[in-house]
Each structure stands twice: as C-alpha cells, then as structure tokens.
Nanobody, 115 residues
Framework: QVQLVESGGGLVQPGGSLRLSCAASGIIFRLYAMGWYRQAPGKQREFVATVTSGGATNYADSVKGRFTISRDNIKKTVYLQMNNLKPEDTAVYFC?????????WGQGTQVTVSS
C-alpha cells in the first residue's frame, strides 16, 4: 500500500520560510519521480516543482528562485524548501509520486502566508 505523508505546513508571515516534507512508503522510492502541487481556495491544483529519480528538478515560474525541491533516497523523503513566501503562495500543498505520471498523492498540508 502506497502512502505519502506530508508535514511542515503552517502559518507564516510574508517573506518567511517553511520546509515541507513528504515521507513515502510502499514504493521503491529511488525509482520514482516526486513532486509538489498546490491548490488555493477556488482554484485548480497547479504544478509547483518536481524532481526525477535521477535528481533533475523543474519549477513553476512563480516559484523559481524562491523554492527548492530535494530528495533523500535513504529516508524516502522529498522536501520543499520555501523562502520569501508571498500571500499568493497560500494553498494546500500536495506531494505526488509516479514513474511516468503521478499516480499517488498525499492528503496535503496547509500553507498560509499572512501578516
């Protein structure tokens, strides 16, 4: 049974930082691409960042230079370091995994950026 469990969300002021974590089980982690998507109230889920099994990364333009995705194949965990957060980053952040497309998703963690 595949499980993805996100953590690290919370309330932060504009300009602040958070690090999200997603712990995976039930998959051969090192073979899977991992990624983060987000969904703001009233909006569709949107791509944030991905990291391939080989470590190549890709980012949405809106987060480039502020967010960093990384993975630890020993801990079977993917991270999203978010710096210089803006109110428009407020959303539920979801972790996804898959080989050719994202087949598995976590339950999400809320990130709220507000003063």
């Amino acid at each position: 049974q595949v499980q993805l469990v996100e953590s690290g969300g919370g309330l932060v002021q504009p300009g602040g930082s958070l690090r999200l974590s997603c712990a995976a089980s039930g998959i051969i982690f090192r073979l899977y691409a991992m990624g983060w998507y987000r969904q703001a109230p009233g909006k569709q889920r949107e791509f944030v960042a991905t990291v391939t099994s080989g470590g190549a990364t890709n980012y949405a333009d809106s987060v480039k230079g502020r967010f960093t995705i990384s993975r630890d194949n020993i801990k079977k965990t993917v991270y999203l370091q978010m710096n210089n957060l803006k109110p428009e980053d407020t959303a539920v952040y979801f972790c996804g995994s898959g080989r050719n497309k994202f087949d598995y998703w976590g339950q999400g963690t809320q990130v709220t950026v507000s003063s």
